[in-house]
């Protein structure tokens, strides 16, 4: 079987579709020998560099194609050049779009990977422009593909309710956990990495966009409240500026902790891995995920983590998490003083956290993926 993949989001490091591409890729080519991938790669933004930079999977049987083409003008150009993802890559069995991008496909079936709804208008947690572009993306999407892959049982039930879609269309594969966020800690280069970015331990580490659903006002309320009985420990943002992540800065700024308070943006995983590990605390309190990579990451180092008692976060942490209503400022507050003052309390949740992470694994999902592009096959 050849697979035309969408590999785009590989390119762009720094958010949670990128880390599934890259890591799903080299997993796929692990678990069957005899698949071949074509990685489509069409559009015109900081192309030469972020190809130059790319470390590729280095395998005759993935192969990169593309062009210096802004990816918005493919679907329009298809409509008078009959151009299509085939135009690129040459023959494929089947296309995997893996980003919310309409990659027009002919002559072939066409699976496509949704992650969560979190843009759907009443959520609140994007703009109503990328409300109304998203749920449009995503509607054209579902009418041309044969099957759907979601990330967790959750996602596929909101996206059963949200577009009124057959269960039996799709299937299910979770994430797993990069290597680097599994392996033992270095503490020399912990301390390394934690000089070199100017922390002061103990810190608590949040990891991920900095937007609304990720709940960080709460969370920045609730640190406010720690330092009053605990004034030694500070707080660490690691992840890109999202949609009004000025907000974020800005309950800083009113609650008077500039000092206490250090964001980062965005780093490598190397570098991030190493800061989780020399964590007191991971807190991800978000109010919605599909998944929530970040949570998982930070039980796979080994890190007391704090998340949510709702959405997918419940499913994928289980008892590995101290899980807290993240509506609840006070129980944000709580959870976050049980981890950083209970040593006790918080050992036995990072012990539970780890053991359950070893469970995800990208093997796992690049099998799950496989045994959907066959069933597309009725295979």
């Known amino acids: ?26 997993s796929l080519l692990a678990v069957d020998p005899s698949l071949q991938l074509k990685l489509y790669g069409v559009f015109w933004r900081n192309r030469r560099r972020l190809v130059a930079d790319h470390a590729f999977p280095d395998d005759a049987r993935a192969t990169f194609h593309g062009a210096p083409v802004p990816a918005r003008l493919i679907p329009l150009l298809s409509r008078v050049l009959r151009v299509s993802a085939r135009t690129f890559t040459g023959p494929f069995d089947l296309f995997h779009d893996t980003d919310y991008a309409v990659t027009p496909v002919r002559g072939r079936p066409r699976i496509a990977t949704l992650y969560d709804t979190a843009y759907l208008r009443d959520r609140g947690f994007v703009s109503e422009m990328q409300s109304r572009h998203m749920h449009d993306v995503v509607k054209r999407i579902l009418r041309g593909v044969s099957r ?28 797993g956990v990069d290597p680097v966020f599994l392996e033992e800690p270095d503490h020399d280069a912990i301390d390394r990495a934690v000089t070199t970015y100017g922390i002061t331990p103990p810190y608590c580490m949040y990891l991920g966009t900095l937007e609304p659903r990720k709940n960080l006002v709460r969370l920045v309320r609730a640190f406010a409240r720690l330092l009053e009985m605990a004034p030694e420990h500070n707080l660490v943002l690691v992840g890109r500026k999202g949609w009004a992540h000025e907000r974020v800065f800005g309950v ?62 419940r499913e994928v942490c289980g008892d590995g998490a101290l899980l807290v209503d993240p509506m609840d400022e006070g129980a944000i507050f709580d959870g976050l003083r049980t981890l950083a003052l209970d040593r006790g309390e918080a050992n036995e949740i990072a012990e539970r956290g780890r053991a359950r992470a070893q469970s995800f694994t990208w093997d796992a999902c690049a099998r799950a993926t496989l045994a959907a592009y066959r069933t597309v096959f009725g295979d």
Do not use: C, Q
Request: glycine letters at 10%; aromatic letters at 10%; proline letters at 6%.
């Open 148 to 175: 759907i892959i979601t990330i967790s049982e959750f996602a596929k039930k909101d996206l059963v309710e949200a577009f009124d879609l057959d269960p039996d269309r799709i299937s299910v594969t979770y994430l």
């Open 252 to 313: 800083v700024e009113e609650l008077g902790i500039g000092d206490k308070v250090r964001w980062l943006g965005h780093l490598s995983d190397e570098a991030a891995g190493l800061l989780l590990k020399g964590a007191a605390v991971m807190a991800y309190p978000s109010l919605y995920e599909g998944f929530g990579l970040p949570a998982l990451e930070g039980m796979a180092s080994g890190v007391p983590v704090l998340s949510s008692d709702s959405h997918a976060l």
């Open 1 to 26: 079987m050849t697979v035309a993949l969408d590999y785009r989001p590989a390119l762009f490091p720094g958010f949670g579709i990128g880390r599934y591409v890259k890591n799903l890729v080299p």
